[in-house]
T-cell receptor, first 112, second 112 residues
Framework: GENVEQHPSTLSVQEGDSAVIKCTYS??????FPWYKQELGKGPQLIID?????GEKKDQRIAVTLNKTAKHFSLHITETQPEDSAVYFC???????????FGKGITLSVRP | KAGVTQTPRYLIKTRGQQVTLSCSPI?????VSWYQQTPGQGLQFLFE???????NKGNFPGRFSGRQFSNSRSEMNVSTLELGDSALYLC???????????FGSGTQLSVL
């Protein structure tokens, strides 16, 4: 089955700096790669996603890049703000709404 | 639009009991998935329903079961509870097959 690894496990940045979170996956059949943000006491919130036929996608301060050959994808957050502090999960699946395999999560801390 | 609603928010049970968790998807969404989140194992896929049919199932024992009703609401049941079943159970819905997945806030189950 699919295996998704996420690194680093924690990341601390200064407010205004950029943050990059990387994930690798193992199953070449995976076509869908979402990123979720989870705050304390809440469920995961979808922040951006990308499909295998696209190399990069941007949404304001957030971008995701995908390298299918190397089987890795990354989340880029620019101009970080304290409210970006949360746990971020990457995931991979063949079909967007089913059998998502998640990474272990990374705790991002943005220092004011 | 209201988000995914899960009830109850917190639940305490003892070993050997059974429990039923409820999920109301986003209006118009026809697919419902369930995930278990624990500190040790992270987010793990339980099962996915679409139009009252289970389409996919994760690697959990038969004590974990679910169903979906004609109005797309879903319930999951865990029988003969074990201490290791203590977890945050998350429900997620999507508009259809291969569509984005949106999570609820979860039901925190504690088994004593």
């Amino acid at each position: 089955g699919e295996n998704v690894e996420q690194h680093p496990s924690t990341l601390s940045v200064q407010e205004g700096d950029s943050a990059v979170i990387k994930c690798t996956y193992s199953d070449s059949a995976s076509n869908y790669f979402p990123w979720y943000k989870q705050e304390l006491g809440k469920g995961p919130q979808l922040i951006i996603d990308i499909r295998s036929n696209v190399g990069e996608k941007k949404d304001q301060r957030i971008a995701v890049t995908l390298n299918k050959t190397a089987k890795h994808f990354s989340l880029h957050i620019t101009e970080t703000q304290p409210e970006d502090s949360a746990v971020y999960f990457c995931a991979a699946s063949v079909v967007a709404n089913s059998k998502l395999t998640f990474g272990k999560g990374i705790t991002l801390s943005v220092r004011p | 639009k209201a988000g995914v609603t899960q009830t109850p928010r917190y639940l305490i049970k003892t070993r050997g009991q059974q429990v039923t968790l409820s999920c109301s998807p986003i209006s118009g969404h026809r697919s419902v998935s369930w995930y278990q989140q624990t500190p040790g194992q992270g987010l793990q896929f339980l099962f996915e329903y679409f139009s009252e049919t289970q389409r996919n199932k994760g690697n959990f024992p038969g004590r974990f079961s679910g169903r979906q009703f004609s109005n797309s609401r879903s319930e999951m049941n865990v029988s003969t509870l074990e201490l290791g079943d203590s977890a945050l159970y998350l429900c997620a819905s999507s508009q259809g097959v291969d569509e984005k997945l949106f999570f609820g806030s979860g039901t925190q189950l504690s088994v004593l």
